[in-house]
C-alpha cells in the first residue's frame, strides 16, 4: 500500500506564533508532495508543490514568507505556519506521489488548525 | 485558469434512489480527472479516475461520465446508501497535483 501520515491532526495556537505541520509517506519514497488549504465548506486549494532537496513551488497568492515549506527527505514535508492569524485557521491536507506512479496522489488525514 | 472552491451546493436524496453529480473542469489540456469523497474532518477518498481517451468508466455502483466538449464530468451512484453521505469534488490531475472542482454536499435520507 501506500500510505501517508500528518502529524498533528488538530491543533490550537495562540496568535502570533508559529505551527508545523508533518507530511511523512510511510512506505514509500515521496519526491514530491503537496499541500492543500480547505475552509470550512470549500474546495481544496493547492497551496504549493514540495520538491525534496530542492524549494518549493508555490501557487499564486500564497505567501513563502508565511507558509514554509521544507522537504528534506524522500519521507517527510513539513509546512510551517509563522505568525499565525486566526484567519489562518484552516484545514491543512498534504499528498504525495510516488516516482512510479506520479499520478496517483495518497492523502494524509489532514490538519485542522486553530488560531486563537 | 483554475477551478476555484466557492461555497459548496447540496444534493439530497432518498436512500436507495441513483444521484448524479456534476462538475465543470477549467482546462481543456487536462487529461487525467478523479472523483473523491470527503467526510467530515477527514482527508480525500479516491473514488473513481477516468482519462481523456474514454467518455465513461465504470465501477462498483459508480459511473464516471466525461465530456470533453463541454468540459464536464459527472458521478452517477447507484442505489444510493447512507454511507454515501459527504462531500463529493472532481478534480484535474497533472502529474500528482490536484485542481479541485467546487464541490458537492451529497444528503442521504433514510
Known amino acids: 500500500g501506500a500510505v501517508v501520515s500528518q502529524h498533528p491532526s488538530w491543533v490550537i495556537c495562540k496568535s502570533g506564533t508559529s505551527v508545523k505541520i508533518e507530511c511523512r509517506s510511510l512506505?514509500?519514497?515521496?519526491?514530491?508532495m503537496f499541500w492543500y488549504r480547505q475552509f470550512p465548506k470549500q474546495s481544496l486549494m493547492l497551496m504549493a508543490t514540495?520538491?525534496?532537496?530542492?524549494?518549493?513551488?508555490?501557487e499564486q497568492g500564497v505567501e513563502k514568507d508565511k507558509f514554509l515549506i521544507n522537504h528534506a527527505s524522500l519521507t517527510l514535508s513539513t509546512l510551517t505556519v509563522t505568525s499565525a492569524h486566526p484567519e489562518d485557521s484552516s484545514f491543512y491536507i498534504c499528498?504525495?506521489?510516488?516516482?512510479?506512479?506520479?499520478?496517483?496522489?495518497?492523502f494524509g488525514q489532514g490538519t485542522r488548525l486553530t488560531v486563537v | 485558469g483554475e477551478s476555484v472552491g466557492l461555497h459548496l451546493p447540496t444534493l439530497s436524496v432518498q436512500e436507495g434512489d441513483n444521484s448524479i453529480i456534476n462538475c465543470a473542469y477549467s482546462?481543456?489540456?487536462?487529461?487525467?480527472f478523479i472523483w473523491y469523497k470527503q467526510e467530515s474532518g477527514k482527508g480525500p477518498q479516491f473514488i473513481i479516475d477516468?482519462?481523456?481517451?474514454?467518455d465513461k468508466r465504470q465501477g462498483q455502483r459508480v459511473t464516471v461520465l466525461l465530456n470533453k466538449t463541454v468540459k464536464h464530468l459527472s458521478l452517477q451512484i447507484a442505489a444510493t446508501q447512507p454511507g454515501d453521505s459527504a462531500v463529493y469534488f472532481c478534480?484535474?490531475?497533472?502529474?500528482?497535483?490536484?485542481?479541485f472542482g467546487q464541490g458537492t454536499e451529497l444528503s442521504v435520507k433514510p
Open positions: 499528498s504525495a506521489s510516488r516516482p512510479d506512479s506520479r499520478d496517483e496522489a495518497f
Open positions: 512506505d514509500f519514497q515521496a519526491t514530491t
Open positions: 514540495s520538491n525534496e532537496g530542492s524549494k518549493a513551488t508555490y
Open positions: 482546462n481543456s489540456a487536462s487529461d487525467y
Open positions: 477516468i482519462r481523456s481517451n474514454m
Open positions: 478534480a484535474e490531475n497533472g502529474g500528482g497535483k490536484l485542481i
